[in-house]
């Protein structure tokens, strides 16, 4: 079992331009058989607030060292690279998240938006999903346990639902 971190990167992702980005239902859901035998994916609840129905604010990093995350569990927060140039401002709206990403910075790490302490198991497969748009046309990044899965989404400026399947090895 690994205690993973889900990782939204939004800076400059195959030359993304600032964008005003939502996101909302978030979840992840492990896939059971059932007979016969079918996919059916059930939620883990292992994503906290993944519909930002209690979350008020997206909170900062805490870092005790260079480089290092030393954030705690089961909230919603970020971080991003201020000598970059990077700007970036999170709204809750209506169980809506807002990004308001006005400068992406220079590399696709420069903005995250992050969740820690999300258990993988070894040998399941999971369904990442949730609904996003972009008031412009982009790529974004979205990964498990530090970079080990992960996957671009191309965003349009219609809000429609992502999902990205994986087995934790």
């Excluded at 939502?22 to 607030?49: A, C, N």
């Amino acid at each position: 079992t690994l205690s993973a971190r889900l990782n939204f990167m939004l800076g400059n992702v195959n030359g993304a331009a600032a964008s005003l980005i939502t996101l909302d239902d978030i979840k992840l859901e492990v896939l059971t058989v059932q007979e016969p035998v079918e996919e059916v994916y059930v939620d883990t609840m292992e994503i906290v607030d993944g519909g930002f129905d209690t979350t008020t604010e997206i909170v900062a990093e805490v870092q005790n060292s260079p480089g290092s995350d030393d954030t705690g569990e089961g909230f919603w927060y970020n971080w991003f690279a201020d000598w970059d140039g990077t700007a970036v401002a999170y709204t809750i709206v209506d169980g809506v998240l807002n990004i308001d990403v006005t400068s992406v910075g220079g590399d696709f790490w420069s903005i995250q938006f992050k969740q820690k302490g999300i258990e993988l198991v070894q040998g399941e497969t999971y369904k990442l999903s949730f609904t996003a748009s972009s008031s412009v046309a982009r790529d974004i990044i979205v990964e498990m346990a530090s970079g080990d899965y992960q996957s671009t989404i191309s965003l349009t400026e219609t809000a429609g639902t992502y999902e990205y399947i994986f087995t934790y090895t």
